[in-house]
């Protein structure tokens, strides 16, 4: 078992394609949001869980942070400190998610559009990808080999 957790965080494989995952997924969450931050504000709005003066700063600042990381994951420039905000953030949406379902309240996470009626997964759903984005997010961030693709190998 301890052979094969080794092999597993030091396949440079496994890194990239972990990485690819989530730099596109951050890039691609992120347009919509960047385009129409009125739209992602009533979002966020919707969570219910924000002080109504700051909504309006995470709905202009965290498409951006997620664009940004997203660029620079995919890019290689300093993976391990763009895995840590990807898995930071995922880890706050994993909280807003899982205190929204406890309280039974139904909304939509604006994760990959603004515009769209109705909710394209269940809160459930969409908490377990995050989950999985998170594992995917730490098997960067505890990669120890040589990285493919990376610019200039910075770790």
Same mark, same amino acid.
């Given at each position: 078992?301890?052979?094969?957790?080794?092999?597993?965080?030091?396949?440079?494989?496994?890194?990239?394609?972990?990485?690819?995952?989530?730099?596109?997924?951050?890039?691609?969450?992120? $347009? %919509?949001?960047?385009?129409?931050?009125?739209?992602?504000?009533?979002?966020? $709005?919707?969570?219910?869980?924000?002080? %109504?003066?700051?909504?309006?700063?995470?709905?202009?600042?965290?498409?951006?942070?997620?664009?940004?990381?997203?660029?620079?994951?995919?890019?290689?420039? $300093?993976?391990?400190?763009?895995?840590?905000?990807?898995?930071?953030?995922?880890?706050?949406?994993?909280?807003?998610?899982?205190?929204?379902?406890?309280?039974? %309240?139904?909304?939509?996470?604006?994760?990959?559009?603004?515009?769209?009626?109705?909710?394209?997964?269940?809160?459930?759903?969409?908490?377990?990808?995050?989950?999985? $984005?998170?594992?995917?997010?730490?098997?960067?961030?505890?990669?120890?080999?040589?990285?493919?693709?990376?610019?200039?190998?910075?770790?």
């Amino acid at each position: 078992m301890n052979n094969l957790r080794k092999n597993v965080l030091e396949n440079s494989w496994i890194e990239l394609a972990a990485r690819w995952i989530l730099d596109l997924t951050f890039i691609y969450a992120s $347009y %919509h949001k960047i385009l129409a931050p009125a739209d992602f504000a009533k979002i966020v $709005y919707g969570y219910d869980l924000f002080p %109504h003066n700051l909504i309006n700063l995470i709905a202009i600042f965290l498409p951006f942070i997620e664009l940004i990381s997203g660029l620079t994951l995919i890019l290689g420039i $300093y993976p391990r400190s763009a895995v840590l905000i990807i898995n930071g953030m995922l880890f706050a949406f994993i909280i807003v998610l899982s205190i929204n379902l406890i309280l039974g %309240h139904e909304f939509d996470c604006g994760c990959f559009s603004v515009k769209k009626a109705g909710y394209l997964s269940s809160a459930e759903t969409t908490l377990i990808r995050d989950i999985i $984005y998170l594992i995917l997010g730490l098997q960067v961030f505890l990669f120890s080999g040589v990285r493919k693709g990376c610019v200039n190998r910075l770790n």
